[in-house]
């Protein structure tokens, strides 16, 4: 048996991180679509993310601290919507609280980089490539070139700063991304920075031709399974505490028959 739904026509390195996963969060994200309802969390993210990318489109001399403030109401306009309002339960205070904590991240992210002296190649820059023989499509926050003639991944975090010990999995998004860059561009970026902008910390990493070749055979082995799930009809569920405590689908999952560990969500909130 295979599925009604067709496989996406490109992977994308989140969708290629829900697979790893749970191969069944691919599923309900990638192959069935099922719509995820927005957190306070991705909300946020969502918001520094516009405005930062339309403080980007300004000239250098105007990406102020007072630009990027006055793009703060229309990005609100443009991410909260009225379904975003009903998943998020929003009222009044949250609203209030939700403006605060942007309001502050964008004040740290000032403190972290001057973007009148940043040189972008591109903001929101999509990137669609075959990769190994996969349809990838990734979209990057910023693209830098450095005044030695380097080019930089730039990913904004709205998040936690990982642990001291951060592992590889931490920069296995971005140097996915970094191998998108060198088939599409011929060009391999030099350094991944990642700007944890609600910390006012960032971290880097040197990228290699050796972890670019593995993310790629990484993703071209991924993708093999996931054609082989979809032929069969069935993406095998691997629930887990960690896994299943952010998943959106924990409730239509259960529902199938999976025994999905119960475990308090904590979404930001
Ligand atoms: S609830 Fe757990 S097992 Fe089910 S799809 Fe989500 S991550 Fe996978």
Excluded at 94 to 121: A, C, G, K, S, W
Excluded at 165 to 183: I, K, M, P, S
Excluded at 223 to 235: N, P, T
């Amino acid at each position: 048996m295979s599925f009604d739904h067709p496989l996406p026509s490109a992977l994308s390195p989140s969708r290629l991180q829900d697979f790893r996963a749970c191969p069944r969060r691919f599923q309900y994200s990638a192959v069935e679509r099922i719509p995820q309802p927005a957190t306070y969390a991705t909300t946020k993210g969502r918001i520094v993310h516009w405005i930062l990318e339309q403080l980007y489109t300004l000239e250098p001399a105007a990406r102020t601290a007072a630009a990027a403030a006055g793009f703060a109401e229309p990005a609100e306009s443009a991410i909260v919507t009225e379904s975003v309002r009903q998943d998020l339960d929003a009222d009044d205070a949250l609203l209030t609280r939700l403006r605060d904590e942007v309001r502050d991240i964008i004040d740290v992210y000032f403190t972290m980089e001057q973007p009148q002296h940043v040189n972008h190649v591109g903001v929101e820059l999509r990137v669609n490539v075959e990769l190994d023989g996969v349809p990838m499509l990734g979209i990057l926050d910023r693209l830098d070139r450095h005044d030695d003639g380097a080019l930089v991944i730039v990913d904004y975090k709205t998040g936690s700063l990982p642990n001291r010990n951060y592992d590889t999995q931490t920069f296995a998004n971005a140097e996915l991304y970094a191998a998108l860059c060198q088939a599409s561009m011929g060009e391999l970026p030099r350094t991944i920075r990642l700007l944890y902008v609600a910390k006012g910390q960032a971290i880097e990493r040197h990228v290699t031709e050796v972890v670019v070749r593995a993310r790629a055979q990484a993703a071209s082995d991924a993708w093999s399974r996931i054609e082989r799930f979809h032929d069969e009809g069935a993406f095998p569920a691997t629930p887990s505490a960690n896994t299943c405590r952010f998943c959106a689908y924990a409730d239509r999952c259960r529902a199938s028959g999976v025994a999905v560990p119960v475990r308090p969500r904590t979404d930001g909130l």
